[in-house]
C-alpha cells in the first residue's frame, strides 16, 4: 500500500503504555554525540536523561576540537528500540547538539575504556598481581614496596575481568573513565 | 561598525530590530538599567503586570493570537522563578516566547548574592534552549540567536539571562542582518518518498479522517489555508485536539469536533474505526490517545510533525514526514491534485454515513434547567451572542475550559488560547490580557472557572491600568469542578479540598479594581446580562453562577479506549479501573 512498506496499524513500538514492558527486549546502544563546547550543555544532555528516564551506563565528555569549540560526549545507553529512536530523537533536537551519531547500528566500531587500578599486597599475591596484569597487558605506572597501579585500556568487559582477578590479590581503588567509541574505517 | 553601546541599550537595540512592539515584563534590581533604557524611548511599550507569572501568560496570549514571539522580562531571583510556571506552559504548548532575566553581576554569581538563583539551570528543562550572557559583546547575536531559536522549527520559549555588569558595561552592537545564529537550523520540506506514501494511502483510503493540531496553527495562516482546501477537496472528515480548533472552521461542512478525553462522540469513534488517520501537526499526546494498546488499531497512520521526537513517541506511525505543517501540505495537495483527485468517493460516502449515525447520539446534549444557569448553556448563549463578532477566546484550565472547546465554534486560526499541555490554571486571564494588548479593538472573552481565575486575579490590576476592555466570563461553580467530577468517577464521591469557599463577591471585587462586575444567577435573565457585558466598553468581571455538580461529558474514563467513552446519561461509578486510577 505504501512506498515504505511498513506494517499496516501496528502499534507494537509504542515507547509508553500500559502493557507489559518485559515483553520488549532491552538494547544497548552507543552514542556519539557531537556538541557546541558550551557552558551548561552537559548538563542538559544529562538533565535530558533523568528528566526522561533514560538509562545512562557510562558517559564521557571531552572537547575534540579546540578552534570549533566542539565536544564530544559518548554515551552508552540501554533501552527497547522505541526508546533508544526516542532517544536519538530528543538529543537531536537540542539547539547545542550538531550530530548523534548510533555506533551500534551505523557499522562496525571501536570501543574503549582506561582505567587505573591500585593493588595493595606483599609476597606471592604482589608477584600473581603482577603476572596477571602482563597476560593483560596492563601497564604499571606507579609502584611501592606494598602496591602498583596499573593501568589498562580496552572494552569495559576486559577492564571488568581484570578487576575481577585484581579483587582477591588486594584491590583497594579503581578509577575508570567510561566508554570512548569511534566507528571503524573512514 | 557602530559606536559602543551599553548592555541595557543593546537589549532594547536587538529588539527594535527583531520587530519587538510589546515587553510584559516586572522591575526589579537586576534589570533596572533595562528599565531606565526602557523610559527613554518610545517605540517597545512595556506592560507592567502585577506577577511575572502574569507576564509570561500574557506574551503567550500575545503570541498565539498573533504568530509572532512574546517577549518578557523579568528581574532576577524570584523575579525569574515566578516565570519558571508559564515557561514550562509555552514549552508543552509549543508558544514562541524570549524572556529576558536580569542576573546578579557575574562577579557575584555563586556567592548566593541577593536575589540570586541559578536561572539558568532551573530554566533548563522548561525552555528550549537558555543563554548565560558573561560579555556584553556577545550580548547582540544572543538576543538575535534567541528569536531565530524560539521562532524556527517546532516554536517554544527561550530564556536569555543578563548579569547587571554585562548591561552596564559597552560593547558594539551588532544588527540581526549580521549576527551570527549558530547551526540550528531545523528541516522544513518533507520527504518526497513519505509524501507519495502518504498521498497514495490517502487515494486508497476507504475510512480516512484528518486528525490536526496546534501544529497547524504554529505554522502560520497558510498552513490552516491549505488545510481546508485538503479537507473540502478531498471531502474526508476532520477532528482536531484541543490546540488546533480554528485551523479548520467549525462551521466547515467536515468538521466533525474535537477529538480525546472529552471530544465529541462521533470524532473519537471515528479515531478509532478509521482505515487512515491523517495526523497533522498533532502529537498522539495522552488525552488524546486514550488506552494506548486499544488506540485506533486498524488504521494507517501517516504524521506530519517538524519535531522528529513527536514521532513514534508514543504511538508507531506508519508513514512519518518531518517538516513544517504548511511547507508539507503544499507539497502533499499539490502532488495529490497532480496526479487527478482521486479518492476511494463510494467508500468515503459509506464511512460518513456511519459518522452520522454517530453524531446523531447528540453527544453534547445536557438535561437543560429553568432554575439554574447550566454552564453549557451559558457557554451556548455566549456563543450566540458573539458570532460574527470579532472575537477572540481564552480559557482557565478545568471543566470550563472542555465545555467552551465543545460549545464554541472557531471559524479562524489564533483565535482560541488555551493551556493544553500543561493544563495551567491561572493561564486564562492574563492571557486574555496579552490578547487584547495585541488586538486593541477586539473582542476578548476569558472563559473562566472561579478557582482558576483567582489563581491569577491580581491582573485585574493590569487591565483596568492599561484600559483593556477583557471580559471574565466566570462560571462560577463554587468547586474546583473537574477535580470534583474526578473525586464522583474515582474516589467514592469523597470531595476532598475541592470545593471553593470564602469566595470574594466578584461585582465588589470588580468595584474594587475600578471596573464593572455582574452577577448572572437565573437563567432568564443570562442573555441580557451578557449584553450588558458585551456592550460595555471597559473590562468587566462577569459571575455566572452555574450548577454545581454539572459534570463534563462526554469523556474516556482514563486506561480506557475511544470506543468505550461516556455519555452523559450513562452509569457513572466505578468507571475507572486499578490500571486507570494511576493515570491523570
Not at chain 1, 14 to 20: G, T
Not at chain 2, 82 to 101: F, K, R
Not at chain 2, 294 to 303: D, G, H, I, R, Y
Not at chain 2, 406 to 412: K, M
Request: charged content about 20%; some cysteine; proline content about 5%.
Amino acid at each position: 500500500m505504501n512506498a515504505l512498506n511498513i506494517k499496516r496499524g501496528s502499534t507494537s513500538h509504542s515507547a509508553y503504555d500500559l502493557r507489559n514492558r518485559f515483553e520488549e527486549r532491552l538494547e544497548r546502544h552507543v552514542l556519539a554525540v557531537i556538541v557546541d563546547n558550551e557552558s551548561g550543555v552537559l548538563a542538559r544532555v544529562i538533565g535530558l536523561f533523568s528528566g526522561r528516564g533514560y538509562n545512562i551506563e557510562s558517559l564521557t565528555v571531552a572537547e575534540i576540537d579546540h578552534l570549533g569549540h566542539r565536544s564530544r560526549i559518548t554515551i552508552v545507553t540501554t533501552g527497547t528500540p522505541a526508546v533508544i529512536e526516542q532517544i536519538k530523537a530528543q538529543l537531536s533536537r537540542m539547539v547545542p547538539v550538531h550530530d548523534v551519531h548510533d555506533l551500534t547500528v551505523e557499522g562496525p566500531s571501536v570501543e574503549r575504556e582506561l582505567a587505573l587500578i591500585k593493588v595493595a599486597g606483599t609476597g606471592e599475591k604482589r608477584v600473581e598481581a603482577l603476572r596477571t596484569a602482563d597476560i593483560f597487558r596492563a601497564k604499571v605506572v606507579d609502584t611501592t614496596l606494598e602496591s602498583f597501579v596499573f593501568e589498562i585500556t580496552g572494552t569495559s568487559e576486559k577492564v571488568d575481568a581484570f578487576c575481577d582477578l585484581m579483587r582477591p590479590l588486594g584491590l583497594v581503588e579503581v578509577a575508570r573513565t567510561g566508554v570512548a567509541a569511534i566507528a571503524r574505517g573512514v | 561598525m557602530s559606536r559602543p553601546m551599553t548592555g541595557a541599550q543593546i537589549v532594547i537595540k536587538a529588539l527594535k530590530d527583531q520587530g519587538v512592539d510589546t515587553i510584559f515584563g516586572y522591575p526589579g534590581g537586576a534589570v533596572l538599567p533595562i528599565y531606565d533604557e526602557i523610559f527613554q524611548q518610545s517605540d517597545i511599550r512595556h506592560i507592567l503586570v502585577r506577577h511575572e507569572q502574569g507576564a509570561v501568560h500574557a506574551a503567550e496570549g500575545y503570541a498565539r493570537s498573533t504568530g509572532r514571539p512574546g517577549v518578557v522580562l523579568v528581574t532576577s531571583g524570584p523575579g525569574a522563578t515566578n516565570a519558571i510556571t508559564g515557561m514550562t506552559d509555552a514549552l508543552m504548548d509549543s508558544v514562541p516566547l524570549v524572556v529576558l532575566s536580569g542576573q546578579v553581576p557575574t562577579f557575584m554569581i555563586g556567592n548566593d548574592a541577593f536575589q540570586e538563583a541559578d536561572t539558568v539551570g532551573i530554566t533548563r528543562p522548561c525552555t528550549k534552549h537558555n543563554w548565560l550572557v558573561r560579555d556584553t559583546a556577545d550580548l547582540a547575536d544572543i538576543i538575535h540567536q534567541a528569536f531565530h531559536v524560539a521562532t524556527q522549527g517546532r516554536p517554544g520559549p527561550v530564556l536569555v539571562d543578563i548579569p547587571k555588569d554585562v548591561q552596564f558595561a559597552t560593547a558594539r552592537y551588532r544588527a540581526k542582518t549580521e549576527a551570527r545564529t549558530g547551526h540550528y537550523q531545523p528541516r522544513r520540506k518533507g520527504d518526497p518518498e513519505a509524501i507519495l506514501a502518504a498521498v497514495e494511502a490517502l487515494e486508497q483510503a476507504e475510512r480516512p479522517l484528518f486528525y490536526t493540531g496546534g501544529g497547524v496553527i504554529n505554522s502560520g495562516p497558510e498552513a490552516s489555508a491549505l488545510l481546508r482546501r485538503f479537507v473540502d477537496g478531498t471531502g474526508f472528515p476532520i477532528t482536531s485536539t484541543l490546540m488546533g480548533l480554528g485551523a479548520y472552521p467549525a462551521s466547515g461542512r467536515s468538521w466533525i469536533g474535537m477529538l480525546g478525553m472529552h471530544g465529541t462522540y462521533e470524532a473519537n469513534w471515528a479515531m478509532h474505526d478509521c482505515d487512515l488517520m491523517l495526523a497533522i501537526g498533532a502529537r498522539f499526546d495522552d488525552r488524546i490517545t486514550g488506552r494506548i494498546d486499544a488506540f485506533s488499531p486498524q488504521s494507517l497512520k501517516v504524521q506530519v510533525d517538524i519535531d522528529p521526537s513527536s514521532i513514534n513517541k508514543n504511538i508507531h506511525v506508519d508513514v512519518p514526514i518531518v517538516g513544517d505543517v504548511a511547507t508539507v501540505l503544499g507539497e502533499m495537495v499539490a502532488l495529490w491534485e497532480e496526479r487527478g483527485r482521486r479518492t476511494k468517493s463510494e467508500a468515503v460516502a459509506k464511512w460518513w454515513e456511519t459518522i452520522t449515525k454517530w453524531q446523531a447520539r447528540n453527544c453534547l446534549a445536557y438535561r437543560p434547567s429553568e432554575t439554574s444557569i447550566k454552564p453549557q448553556y451559558a457557554l451556548e448563549r455566549l456563543e450566540a451572542l458573539t458570532k460574527g463578532a470579532d472575537r477572540y477566546i481564552t480559557t482557565e484550565v478545568g471543566q470550563h475550559q472542555m465545555w467552551a472547546a465543545q460549545f464554541l465554534g472557531f471559524e479562524e486560526p489564533n483565535r482560541w488560547m488555551t493551556s493544553g499541555g500543561l493544563g495551567t490554571m491561572g493561564y486564562g486571564l492574563p492571557a486574555s490580557i496579552g490578547v487584547q494588548i495585541a488586538h486593541p479593538e477586539a473582542l476578548v472573552i476569558n472563559v473562566a472557572g472561579e478557582a482558576s481565575w483567582l489563581m491569577n486575579m491580581q491582573e485585574m490590576g493590569t487591565a483596568v491600568q492599561y484600559r483593556l476592555p477583557v471580559k471574565q466570563f466566570i462560571l462560577n461553580n463554587e468547586r474546583l469542578g473537574m477535580v470534583r467530577q474526578w473525586q464522583e468517577l474515582l474516589h467514592g464521591e469523597r470531595y476532598s479540598s475541592s470545593w471553593s469557599e470564602a469566595l470574594p463577591d466578584f461585582v465588589k471585587l470588580a468595584e474594587a479594581f475600578g471596573c464593572k462586575g455582574i452577577r448572572c444567577e437565573n437563567p432568564a435573565d443570562l442573555d441580557d446580562a451578557i449584553r450588558e457585558m458585551l456592550d460595555y466598553p471597559g473590562p468587566v468581571i462577569f459571575d455566572c453562577l452555574v450548577e454545581k455538580h454539572e459534570n463534563c461529558f462526554p469523556m474516556i474514563p482514563s486506561g480506557k479506549a475511544h470506543n468505550e467513552m461516556l455519555l452523559g446519561e450513562d452509569a457513572t461509578q466505578g468507571v475507572i479501573g486499578k490500571s486507570g486510577a494511576v493515570l491523570v
